[in-house]
């Protein structure tokens, strides 16, 4: 087999995926293991199947064990309630995130156990905290909290992962800095060396937050002062990956190293291993961000096997890779992040490059030196004709143009490349964009239909911009921070094209039964691809695969509701409201779409849109993809500031409202309403009575002579009844006098 350790990674990552949802003690894993280590004895000897069985059967147990083992035994615990303050001692281990209102960092309390302290700061203040200092706060802590909905995403186990266990807020003014250093010598080192890269990026672009931030997140990784609405384009377009750091820029680091190291004449091996060191370098600078960790990793194995003149096949790589991570951290293998770098390198492999190899290959080798006649004979068949062929095509230029013969065929072969390179950039984003559908689905409920070309154009811009933006940093020469400004400013503007032809179309959850075809096609067209000479196999799988993309896309499945009954389920949105209503034919209304209070008063918008990330993801988990009727009762921002991405992704046939205040919130939920073509009906105690599906609603306030302030009010709230059979339900919004 050409690539003997993907069973095994498979095998292993099965292992822990039945550990994962099947509980289990090593005691329960004994007699197993046992029969595992006897059948693997007996067969050992032998060359048949028996023996590769057994090894799997064997390595599938280690799985299960390596999730046992790994699974927390306690959380730490701080003797104090939800709320209480409480003061805190330890060590800074990241270094402080600075916002407009409020610094936040890192304070580790013991190994393995820290806290995420939130410090409120005065406009224009700033605090002067470090990675190694030991610090005293009297903190407000609470344990971090999950919204209690179905898809909702697990932010206590994200932070678990991190080893963070509370969050805190207090004032600056109460920090108190003790003597002495904690951490390490060379996290402090690395740490200096990313806060001075990310004030060099203030520097060179004085006056430009944009793009100062936008860079950082590019070439470092640091996303705190990156605006939600400034990536939304990159978002849809499914080209987010190439803006913020991931194993993308390792790769580009690698190419323009190697590339670099080549015109220094430095010997291939050197420069390889030089290069595995700046990689991890980077990695490191980046914040030790995992997909950057993973490529740097990666690379590392491709300069093992290059020293030891041997053919890297990616699939084995990655196999190897993944055998590793998940013997180190075998949780990583529910992280969404770990999926889609190992599920877009694996598509890869198995999809792009066979067809490369099939098609573009050939081309490729017809055009290496191809002044050389020599090179001919080392070439097979298919460039060998292809090579022929562009050199009649370049006698031929050379006659019409009365070029030189060296010229034309200098041409010809550029436009060869030129052609073999569009080629392959569109066969590796059809590939990423076909094996990553399933999982973007599920993580983000988007199904890009512009990636492909967005991909194309976009991420050769950034891949620029990365080597680019490094030498303006380093250098300080403003012509290349200007050409660095100017290439993000143009990816921006392609991403921000490509939006006007994507569909206004989101994807609800797939039925499991769906999502494991799908999932058994794609693995059997891989198989088929490279491994089947029968070509109807891989037609078959081909159309398999197809036919059940489209099935997704156009998602016939019902939402899971209840019909010939009145439902009210209340979606947790913290403090704010948004209530679900299914109505007895199964019409669904959506009242108000929570939202963060004050947020009109903030001087930046939190990162999180309550509608995009909570609501509606618990709307796609019931397969909702139309709501009939959207609600406003009033215009306080945790009952609305969530709606505008729920007119973006729901379409509703009408928004209901009471009375709104002219204000900037409000016009912008307009603005959408007007761009997803939603009609805004006001209501008030004189419309008549509706009736849907059988259940009347009437409106019980506001009167229709209130008269609403300048900013909104409690009693703005539209307030109506929904009767159904002899049961009745109120909802009243904000209201707060008598009706």
């Not at 900037?664 to 073509?677: L, N």
Request: glycine fraction near 6%; charged fraction near 15%; hydrophobic fraction near 50%.
């Amino acid at each position: 087999m050409r690539e003997p350790l993907v069973l095994p990674a498979a095998a292993l990552a099965a292992g822990i995926c039945v550990a994962h949802f099947v509980y289990f003690t090593l005691p329960d894993l004994a007699l197993p293991a046992a029969l595992a280590v006897l059948v693997l004895a007996i067969a050992f000897g032998t060359r048949s199947r028996l023996r590769h069985i057994a090894v799997l059967t064997a390595i599938f147990l280690a799985g299960i064990a390596t999730q046992v083992v790994h699974r927390p035994t306690r959380t730490p615990r701080v003797n104090a309630q939800d709320g209480e303050t409480v003061l805190l001692t330890g060590c800074v281990t990241n270094p402080p995130v600075f916002s407009p209102t409020r610094e936040q960092f890192t304070l580790e309390l013991a190994p393995k156990a820290s806290a995420r302290i939130s410090v409120a700061l005065k406009q224009g203040q700033k605090l002067q905290l470090g990675y190694g200092q030991l610090v005293e706060v009297p903190a407000k802590i609470r344990r971090p909290r999950n919204f209690q909905n179905p898809d909702a995403f697990d932010y206590a186990g994200y932070l678990a992962a991190q080893h963070i266990y509370w969050t805190g807020s207090l004032a600056s003014t109460d920090i108190r800095v003790l003597p002495g250093r904690c951490g390490s010598r060379p996290q402090a080192w690395l740490y200096g060396v990313r806060t001075w890269a990310l004030e060099r990026l203030d520097q060179l672009y004085p006056g430009d937050p944009h793009t100062a931030a936008l860079l950082q997140a590019t070439l470092l990784g640091e996303t705190s002062a990156v605006e939600r609405h400034w990536t939304n384009d990159f978002r849809v377009t499914g080209t987010y990956h190439a803006l913020v750091i991931s194993g993308l820029h390792i790769s580009i680091v690698a190419v323009t190293l190697l590339w670099a190291f080549r015109l220094l004449r430095l010997r291939r091996i050197p420069a390889l291993w030089l290069a595995t060191g700046i990689c991890w370098l980077y990695a490191c600078l980046a914040g030790f961000n995992s997909p950057a960790v993973r490529a740097a990793a990666g690379f590392m194995l491709f300069a093992i096997a290059s020293s030891f003149f041997r053919r890297t096949r990616p699939l084995n790589l990655l196999a190897a890779i993944g055998i590793v991570y998940l013997l180190l951290d075998p949780d990583q293998l529910f992280d969404p992040a770990f999926q889609l770098s190992f599920i877009s390198v694996a598509v890869i492999a198995a999809f792009a490059i066979p067809l490369m190899d099939r098609y573009t290959e050939p081309l490729r080798e017809s055009v290496r030196r191809f002044d050389q006649v020599r090179y001919d004979p080392q070439l097979d068949g298919k460039a060998a004709q292809w090579r022929v062929e562009l050199r009649l095509v370049a006698e031929t230029v050379s006659l019409w143009t009365n070029l030189p013969l060296r010229v034309s065929r200098g041409i010809v072969a550029g436009a060869a490349r030129l052609a073999v390179f569009t080629a392959e950039a569109v066969i590796v984003s059809a590939s990423i964009q076909f094996g990553l559908a399933l999982p973007m689905i599920a993580y983000f409920h988007r199904l890009s239909i512009t990636g492909l070309s967005a991909n194309i154009v976009i991420v050769p811009l950034l891949m620029l911009v990365v080597p680019l933006g490094f030498a303006a940093m380093l250098t300080d020469l403003h012509p290349l921070a200007a050409l660095t400004r100017a290439l993000l400013n143009w990816s921006e503007w392609m991403a921000s094209w490509h939006v006007h032809f994507e569909p206004p179309w989101r994807i609800a959850a797939v039925p499991l039964w769906i999502a494991i075809a799908f999932s058994v096609s794609l693995v059997m067209l891989a198989i088929a691809m490279r491994w089947s000479k029968n070509r109807f196999a891989t037609h078959a799988a081909l159309a398999s695969s197809l036919l059940l993309f489209l099935l997704i896309w156009l998602q016939p499945w019902p939402p899971e509701i209840r019909p010939h009954l009145l439902e009210v389920s209340a979606i947790d949105v913290s403090q704010g409201d948004s209530l679900l209503l299914v109505f007895p034919n199964g019409e669904t209304m959506l009242v108000d779409a929570g939202g963060f209070p004050g947020m009109e008063r903030m001087a930046r918008k939190p990162q999180m849109d309550i509608g995009e990330d909570v609501v509606s993801p618990y709307l796609w988990s019931r397969r909702i993809h139309h709501l009939d009727y959207a609600v406003l009762t009033h215009g306080h921002s945790d009952h609305m500031a969530g709606l505008p991405a729920i007119l973006d992704n729901f379409r509703p046939r009408a928004l209901w409202i009471g009375i709104e205040p002219a204000t900037a919130e409000w016009k912008f939920v307009q603005q959408h309403a007007a761009a997803d073509h939603v009609p805004i009906v006001a209501l008030n105690r004189a419309s008549a009575q509706q009736t849907i599906g059988g259940a009347h609603v009437r409106v019980l306030a506001p009167s229709a002579d209130y008269v609403a302030g300048d900013v909104p009010q409690n009693n703005d709230s539209l307030v109506f009844e929904v009767t159904y059979g002899r049961r009745s339900v109120l909802l009243t919004g904000d209201a707060e006098r008598p009706i």
